[in-house]
């Protein structure tokens, strides 16, 4: 079993802060291993002060739910309640955010953690999270929800708008 060291999370923050700059971007970065619990954030100067919570909850949501945020929109989408709850359970630590910019980090076939980003558009920031992970190795492909063998690409939209065993929850 891999895990996401301190400094294979600086690597990725180090990484997407040049990234922003490039566009012109303060972003704040939070990267989390495979139980949501953070290993490093870090807002720069100019980033609003909200940004490091955003980052941290999009990598946390990575993490936990086990794909990007972006495969999880449509499912939100159709299960507003469900995904509410979510946030509610007793063993939740941060809120769910199905949105752009949320990637989870995975190597050699294993979800190893979250990476958060937030401080841009969400076109922005899911180009700064998939550009940097791809850039330092990590895999981008994911199943797709209930589709097994299917891959999904976290620049696709996902076809599948229900839970992840192909049923609503």
Known sequence: MSSL???????????????AQSIGKAVSVAVVDAGGFPIA??????????????ARAKAYTAAI???????????Q??????FAQLSQLPGAA???????????????????GGLGIAGGTADE????????????????????????????STSTPDSSSSSPSGKDA
């Open 5 to 19: 060291t301190l400094d294979a999370a600086e690597e990725i923050i180090d990484a997407a802060h040049k990234r």
């Open 41 to 54: 954030i870090r807002r720069p100067d100019g980033a609003r002060p909200l940004t490091p919570d955003i």
């Open 65 to 75: 739910m086990q794909r990007p945020g972006k495969m999880l929109k449509k499912w």
């Open 77 to 82: 989408e159709s299960q507003p309640v469900f």
């Open 94 to 112: 941060m809120p769910i955010m199905a949105t752009e910019g949320s990637l989870t980090i995975k190597k050699d076939g294993e979800i190893i």
């Open 125 to 152: 920031d899911q180009q700064i999270a998939e550009e940097v992970l791809a850039s330092l190795g990590y895999e981008l492909e994911f199943a797709a929800w209930g589709v097994a063998g299917k891959q999904a």
